[in-house]
């Protein structure tokens, strides 16, 4: 059985040995938390809810992961939901998300069946290097912004 919730600061390590907790330093900061499923007590997956300074001025899910050999089994969509919950019980009553306009199609079918739709905001291009926990990552996508209303 998996279950969702916040990641706690005495989790990071365990969390950190089975997922690449990308955006972690935006976590201690209060405008961001990271949902964390758990089968039994092992991490499988998470979602990053950034809650301010985003593209849209929206909470945005960002950074939603789910280990290779878990995945099919509905657990970003239960990552999803509660980011959606988390949204909601801080006032919000929509939430945005961004997708790879040509490189994640299983994503982009995910989020249109969990009722995301086109925001109307141009495509963003990202290209360079990022920063992440894990180390520098070249990028070259283009990215669509989705929202829901909650």
């Not at 955006?23 to 809810?49: F, M, N």
């Amino acid at each position: 059985m998996i279950t969702v919730r916040e990641l706690k600061p005495s989790e990071v390590e365990i969390v950190g040995r089975h997922l690449p907790l990308s955006r972690l330093p935006q976590h201690l900061e209060e405008h961001s938390t990271y949902l964390v499923a758990w089968e039994d007590a092992v991490p499988v997956g998470h979602a990053h809810i950034a809650l301010s300074g985003t593209h849209l001025g929206l909470p945005e899910i960002q950074d939603v992961f789910v280990l290779p050999e878990l995945r099919r089994r509905g657990i970003a969509s239960q990552l999803t939901h509660a980011a959606e919950e988390e949204a909601r019980a801080r006032g919000w009553d929509r939430i945005s998300l961004s997708v790879s306009r040509d490189a994640n199609p299983a994503a982009s079918r995910l989020y249109a069946k969990l009722g995301y739709a086109d925001a109307g905001a141009e495509p963003v291009r990202v290209l360079g290097q990022v920063m992440l926990r894990s180390g520098p990552l070249d990028v070259d996508d283009t990215l669509v912004y989705l929202v829901k209303e909650l």
